[in-house]
């Protein structure tokens, strides 16, 4: 069983930073594909970004219309992953989730998790 609880949610402008946190309790989510979503109003939930460990290699992936702008990061003595989001924009606006798996072969897809947090609200003004 894993906890997640994000936190780090607030209002920004546009191309203003913030850096989300999600802390993992119960078990360390170092087995676990971790991944970050984000739900707009009256949209679905969309990928955002995961992160997986195999032995020491990290492998990381974005979804395009945050690469280069998002950070997907851990810090394995907080059991925390963190996004950071740089030059913010209005579409970014949504309530971000961050989400573990045991198995995941499709990372983009949110059934394919067993465990979410509450989820944060990140709001961008223009």
């Known amino acids: 069983q894993v906890q997640l609880v994000e936190s780090g949610g607030g209002l920004v402008q546009a191309g203003g930073s913030l850096r989300l946190s999600c802390a993992a309790s119960?078990?360390?989510?170092?087995?676990?594909?971790m991944a970050w979503f984000r739900q707009a109003p009256g949209k679905e939930r969309e990928f955002v970004g995961n992160m997986r460990w195999i032995g020491d290699a990290r492998y990381v992936n974005y979804a395009g219309s945050v690469e280069g702008r998002f950070t997907i990061s851990r810090d394995n003595a907080k059991n925390t992953m963190y996004l950071q989001m740089n030059k913010l924009k209005p579409e970014d606006t949504a309530v971000y989730y961050c989400?573990?798996?045991?198995?995941?072969?499709?990372?983009?897809?949110?059934?394919?998790?067993?465990?979410w947090g509450q989820g944060t609200q990140v709001t961008v003004s223009s």
């Open positions: 119960g078990r360390t989510f170092s087995s676990y594909y």
């Open positions: 989400a573990a798996g045991r198995t995941v072969v499709v990372v983009v897809d949110p059934n394919e998790y067993d465990y």
